[in-house]
């Protein structure tokens, strides 16, 4: 069950969980890092998987799910200070960050700087795997606000399910009464600030400087905003990463396929687990 801890002056919601069968007590832990507005419920099919030979944390990032929801500026350096010291507070010294949408652009920003701390790095779709629009980014943070919320999650909405996903209508259901349930100044500053953030900012800039062993994945009908472009480029900019593609998939892979998308995440995770000093 999650619980909540107090970490950086905000009241966070977490899971940990797992391991829950026999496994090497060495593994590194895996932290699953939500999406933009994403919550610890969307990762509850994906989650046991991980937990059978790994220990699992997810946490509710300031914003969004049941973790506090400030009304404060909200930007990807204030999210990487938060889970490092989410990380402290746990006494857990490293582990593999895991993510996809603006959880995968966080993984490799963790990655790129604490490369010491995160010693391999898995993510899917990130956000940031684009050409950088900082004019685009300020004029956002200057006049977005609660009226533009809902014309944007509804653009945005239909590209983050396959037509052909049978819990497509639910998972919409589902988020669409969530925001209705949270919404807020702080939610509200949230959405517009870390959208700002990641479309001001372009993953291409720190994508030749990763040097850990790095996953990309990839649902083959996930082309909102160039993102199938963006992620081979970024393939290709990621020194000895390797690619995974899943076909008929879109953005939302742990919501797909939770299955197969940890399986692709333990697969890696172990195969390149060094051999003795985890």
């Keep these: 069950m999650p619980a909540f801890v107090d970490v950086a002056g905000l009241r966070l919601r977490y899971l940990d969980v797992g391991p829950t069968s026999a496994a090497d007590t060495d593994a590194l832990p895996l932290l699953v890092i939500p999406g933009h507005t994403a919550r610890i419920e969307g990762f509850d099919e994906m989650v046991p998987r991980l937990a059978e030979r790994h220990r699992v944390l997810v946490v509710d990032l300031p914003g969004s799910g049941e973790s506090e929801k400030p009304e404060r500026r909200y930007d990807l350096t204030f999210y990487e ?4 010291a989410f990380l402290d507070h746990l006494g857990v010294a490293q582990a593999v960050p895991v993510g996809g949408s603006l959880g995968g652009n966080l993984v490799l920003r963790l990655g790129h700087r604490f490369p010491d701390r995160f010693p ?11 050409k950088a629009k900082p004019r685009l980014a300020a004029l956002m943070r200057r006049v977005c606000g609660r009226r533009l919320f809902w014309p944007s999650v509804r653009i945005q909405s239909r590209y983050w399910y396959a037509r052909d ?9 589902d988020t669409f009464a969530y925001y209705r349930r949270v919404m807020s100044p702080g939610f509200v500053a949230m959405y ?3 959208a700002a953030d990641q479309i001001g900012q372009s993953l291409f800039d720190i994508g030749p400087s990763i040097t ?8 083959d009908q996930d082309h909102g905003a160039g993102m199938g472009k963006g992620v081979a480029h970024l393939h290709d900019l990621i020194p000895g990463s390797e690619l995974v593609v899943f076909p008929g998939r879109r953005h ?4 797909e396929i939770p299955s197969e998308l940890a399986t692709a995440i333990v697969g890696f995770v172990e195969a390149n687990a060094p051999e003795t000093g985890r």
């Excluded at 996903?165 to 259901?173: I, K, M, N, P, S």
Aim: charged share 10%; hydrophobic share 55%.
């Design 252 to 255: 939302s892979l742990e919501a």
């Design 120 to 130: 391999m790095l898995t993510l899917w779709a990130p956000g940031g795997a684009w």
């Design 165 to 173: 996903f049978a819990g497509r209508q639910q998972g919409l259901d």
């Design 212 to 219: 850990q062993p790095s996953l990309l994945m990839w649902g």
């Design 192 to 194: 517009w600030g870390i």
């Design 81 to 84: 200070d938060v889970i490092v």
